[in-house]
């Protein structure tokens, strides 16, 4: 699926509805246009609120490539095996925090986008269509997050499992019962052993989130792009509202 443009339909959607919501913001040739037709200050409320969520929601998910690439404390705070984990669980929590978001939003547009559509069976075949759609673009989220999440099973990445026991093996060597037991001259080479361990694992799977999240940024990006590109002629009907770029081209050709 292609990215989004550098400005999504989002961003001009949310535009369109605040200067709807403000209209004095605008020059007075333009202002005078946008007076004289009639909204339901409601319904644009409602709408903004709506898409100011999804907009929050898609944009702090689309740091994580950076929380999984930068973002770990000095070692002797908390280790960078914990602190990663840390940052996938939180991803999948608002992954799905924004899958819900569009789920809602898909809803209330389907439930008002039908009082003025004049092909209702259409309507509801497009919001089903996007319903399911929406599962299968938050399928891999879901697959991780759901089952820890429902029935207590915690989901761990295994690469960062293989970390996290490198690390615990090699902890464990400097307990003294233990300590006591080992062959001393052999210590140093199970201790780089488990370094080395710990280290190639915690690689793995640092990589493997980074690209993941990169891969999802595209995918969700495009996606809410592409939905809301199809459905913003009919909610702009619903509202009774024209594009504000379109309602400025039209008062500079008179």
């Known amino acids: 699926m292609e990215k989004a443009p550098e400005r999504p339909v989002i961003d001009e959607i949310i535009a369109d509805l605040g200067v709807y919501q403000n209209p004095k913001i605008l020059l007075d040739e333009y ?66 925090i924004l899958k819900n978001k569009i789920e809602v939003l898909l809803g209330e547009m389907k439930n008002d986008i039908k009082k003025v559509a004049p092909d209702k069976k259409g309507v509801d075949a497009f919001f089903r269509a996007g319903v399911e759609k929406t599962g299968e673009v938050f399928a891999g989220i879901t697959k991780h997050r759901n089952p820890h999440h429902h029935s207590g099973t915690q989901f761990y990445d295994g690469d960062l499992l293989k970390a996290e026991n490198a690390r615990t093996t090699r902890e464990m060597l400097d307990n003294p019962m233990i300590d006591s037991m080992l062959n001393q001259e052999h210590k140093p080479e199970l201790i780089a052993k488990t370094q080395k361990d710990e280290q190639e694992s915690f690689d793995v799977a640092m ?11 595209e995918q969700t990006s495009g996606y809410l792009n592409a939905v809301l590109e199809a459905v913003k002629g009919n909610l702009y009907l619903f509202l009774n509202i024209k594009p504000v770029k379109e309602i400025i081209e039209t008062a500079k050709n008179h």
């Open 31 to 96: 202002k005078e246009i946008i007076a004289v037709v009639k909204v339901n200050q409601d319904d644009l409320k409602k709408y903004s609120s709506l898409l100011f969520t999804v907009s929050r929601a898609w944009r702090k998910t689309l740091k994580y490539h950076h929380y999984f690439q930068e973002f770990y404390p000095p070692e002797d705070k908390v280790n960078k095996v914990e602190v990663l984990n840390h940052h996938i669980h939180a991803y999948l929590e608002d992954m799905t």
């Open 207 to 217: 990589k493997h989130w980074i690209d993941t999240a990169a891969k999802n940024d």
